[in-house]
């Protein structure tokens, strides 16, 4: 399955509970696209948000991240990684 | 020590050996700035390159990317990670 990691810019502010419940409603519907979101890091200052995941393809991680409230279209398939 | 997540633009065409290349270069140095890069993901169709590293500031992973040969502005401070 490809790794992906995506880029967010818009979460400026955000808190450790708020970082929950972003990755909480990705996890909730991920299966359905057979997606599974690893780790996410996110720097509040910049709003910059970064979340690597495997899945079948970049539009089914779009598709994700849509339906779960937080759309980007930052997804980077990332074949190589040390 | 703070945690950071760092990006490149212009990796296109990236090799596994040019990848494992880019690492080693900056583990050469790393410690004279005392960071330490601990994970590194590429996607070398869009020519991105995400580096995950610790180290005392921003300041200092910028400094040891220039020196490697591979310098960029781009690195966040990810406060908060799952």
Chains 1, 2 share one sequence.
Do not use: K, N
Not at 1 to 27: K, Q, S, W
Not at 60 to 66: E, I, K, L
């Amino acid at each position: 399955m490809p790794t992906f990691m995506d880029v967010h810019r818009e979460m400026h502010g955000l808190t450790a509970a708020a970082l929950t419940e972003v990755h909480r409603a990705d996890l909730a519907i991920e299966s359905d696209e057979q997606v599974h979101f690893e780790r996410v890091w996110a720097d509040p200052e910049t709003g910059h948000l970064f979340c690597l995941s495997e899945g079948p393809s970049r539009e089914a991680v779009m598709r994700v991240h849509a339906r779960a409230g937080h759309p980007t279209s930052e997804v980077y398939e990332v074949a190589l990684s040390i």
